[in-house]
């Protein structure tokens, strides 16, 4: 299975933001859904953003319009554009390589081929 490494995590202000790094592998990258999950204290893991390699994105309510999900083929990265922070973004977040084609605008962990270590996000709201 392909390594995934996270980074870019931390504490910041209610409305602050943060930019979260997946390095991952060049053909993940360039050929796979890749996704980004998040699991809050207390709750089960939820996708929350998913990027198929015809650029096409996917993003559940509850972070449309504030969050960003980018990849750099150059780079061999995943991004995570994160504005407007809020309580409700703390979570520990998880990059993904996530079953391709219809299935990568329906998320779910169990159709998850790699995650990475995870990166806490916190809002000091």
């Known amino acids: 299975q392909v390594q995934l490494v996270e980074s870019g995590g931390g504490s910041v202000q209610a409305g602050g933001s943060l930019r979260l790094s997946c390095a991952a592998d060049?053909?993940?990258?360039?050929?796979?859904?890749m996704a980004w999950f998040r699991q809050a204290p207390g709750k089960g893991r939820e996708g929350i953003a998913s990027?198929?390699?015809?650029?096409?994105?996917t993003y559940t309510d509850s972070v449309k319009g504030r969050f960003t999900i980018s990849r750099d083929t150059a780079k061999n990265t995943l991004y995570l554009q994160m504005n407007s922070l809020k309580s409700d973004d703390t979570a520990v977040y998880y990059c993904?390589?996530?079953?391709?084609?219809?299935?990568?605008?329906?998320?779910?962990?169990?159709?998850?081929?790699?995650w990475g270590q995870g990166t806490q996000v916190t809002d000091s709201s």
């Open positions: 993904a390589v996530h079953w391709g084609g219809n299935y990568c605008q329906n998320l779910r962990p169990e159709r998850v081929l790699n």
């Open positions: 990027s198929r390699s015809d650029e096409g994105t």
């Open positions: 060049a053909y993940s990258i360039r050929n796979s859904c």
